[in-house]
């Protein structure tokens, strides 16, 4: 079955440091998709970044970075140069791919919580 | 900004009563997904619509029901509510095109049932 793991239920970084978010996940199917999300306390969850599991490269996008780690089924967030705006929960997500047909479902950690210090 | 919408923001509800979820999801998004997120949780996948059809559901029981419209909108209906069916529900749109994808979440509904 597939499973999201993030042993982190918290996690503290003072401000401009980087930081480093766990994941790791379960899954039997070869091709698949693994996505970060940030919820503020407002609710909404945003996309941060995406990786998929044939890809050759890790992932960025500006101060995020995803370290995939096929072998180890980990993909870990990182997150350079911490602004106090980046305090939210943060969620590991799985999706198994399905070309040719509908989306599949979002598989989701239990998240961590990320405080940023000034 | 997901461009995605949903009402109401906030719902109180007893138990047994019925309630309707709306989202609107980004124009041209032909997939929404739904799920409930309960307090200090991730979300639960409950089912995704594609083209106006149900397509895909998780571990839900059949009082969760859904619609999509081809105005890009869709609900959640639930009846007999709980008071485990207290949570945040969420809805996700997206375009499929070669099963790449990245799902755009709506703001959510808070839900509490007495």
């Known amino acids: 079955a597939q499973k999201i793991t993030q042993t982190q239920p918290g996690m503290f970084v003072q401000e401009k440091e980087a930081v480093t978010l766990d994941c790791t996940y379960d899954?039997?199917?070869?091709?698949?998709?693994l996505f970060w999300y940030k919820q503020p306390s407002s609710g909404e969850m945003i996309f941060l970044i995406y990786q998929g599991s044939y890809d050759q490269q890790n992932a960025t996008e500006g101060r995020y970075s995803l370290n995939f780690q096929k072998a180890r089924k980990s993909a870990n967030l990182v997150i350079s140069a911490s602004q106090l705006g980046d305090s939210a929960m943060y969620f590991c997500?799985?999706?198994?791919?399905?070309?040719?047909?509908?989306?599949?479902?979002?598989?989701f950690g239990t998240g961590t919580l990320l405080a940023v210090q000034p | 900004e997901t461009g995605v919408t949903q009402s109401p923001t906030h719902l109180i509800k007893t138990r047994g009563q019925q309630v309707t979820l709306r989202c609107s999801s980004q124009s041209g998004h032909n997939t929404v997904s739904w799920y409930q997120q309960a307090l200090g949780q991730g979300p639960q996948f409950i089912f995704q619509y594609y083209r106006e059809e149900e397509n895909g559901r998780g571990n839900f029981p059949p009082r969760f029901s859904g619609l999509q419209f081809p105005n890009y909108s869709s609900e959640l209906n639930v009846n007999a509510l709980e008071l485990d069916d207290s949570a945040l529900y969420l809805c996700?749109?997206?375009?499929?095109?070669?099963?790449?994808?990245?799902?755009?979440f709506g703001p959510g509904t808070r839900l509490l049932v007495l």
């Open positions: 899954t039997s199917d070869p091709s698949y998709g």
């Open positions: 996700a749109s997206s375009f499929v095109l070669a099963g790449q994808e990245t799902q755009y």
């Open positions: 997500a799985m999706r198994e791919e399905n070309y040719g047909g509908a989306t599949n479902k979002l598989i």
